[in-house]
Nanobody
Framework: QVQLVESGGGLVQPGGSLRLSCAASGSIFSIGAMGWYRQAPGKQRELVATITSGGSTKYADSVKGRFTISRDNTKNTVYLQMNSLKPEDTAVYYC?????????WGKGTLVTVSS
C-alpha cells in the first residue's frame, strides 16, 4: 500500500515562494505519472500540475509560468515549486497519481497566501 506524505506548506505573503514535497512510501517510478492537486475552501479539488515518469509536465492555466513540478525517482519524492504566489493559491495541496487513486490521498499541506 502506497502512502503519500505532503509537506512544505505555510503562510506566505503575495508574491512569495514555497516548495512543497511529496514523499512516497513506495516507488513512485512504479506508480507512474504523478500530480499535485489542491482544494480551496468551498471548492472542488482540482489538478494543478502533472509529471510523467519520463519528466514531461503539464500545468493548469491558473498556475502556468509560476509553478514547477519535478520528481526524484531515486528519493521517491515529487516536488512543487511555487513562485509569485497569489491569494487565490490558498488551498490544501495534495499529491496523488495521475489519474488519481482514492486510496492514495494523504493529509495534504496547507498553503495560505496572505498579507
Amino acid at each position: 500500500q502506497v502512502q503519500l506524505v505532503e509537506s512544505g506548506g505555510g503562510l506566505v505573503q503575495p508574491g512569495g515562494s514555497l516548495r512543497l514535497s511529496c514523499a512516497a512510501s513506495g516507488s513512485i517510478f512504479s506508480i507512474g505519472a504523478m500530480g499535485w492537486y489542491r482544494q480551496a475552501p468551498g471548492k472542488q479539488r482540482e489538478l494543478v500540475a502533472t509529471i510523467t515518469s519520463g519528466g514531461s509536465t503539464k500545468y493548469a492555466d491558473s498556475v502556468k509560468g509560476r509553478f514547477t513540478i519535478s520528481r526524484d525517482n531515486t528519493k521517491n519524492t515529487v516536488y512543487l515549486q511555487m513562485n509569485s504566489l497569489k491569494p487565490e493559491d490558498t488551498a490544501v495541496y495534495y499529491c496523488n497519481r495521475n489519474p488519481r487513486r482514492e486510496d492514495y490521498w494523504g493529509k495534504g499541506t496547507l498553503v495560505t497566501v496572505s498579507s
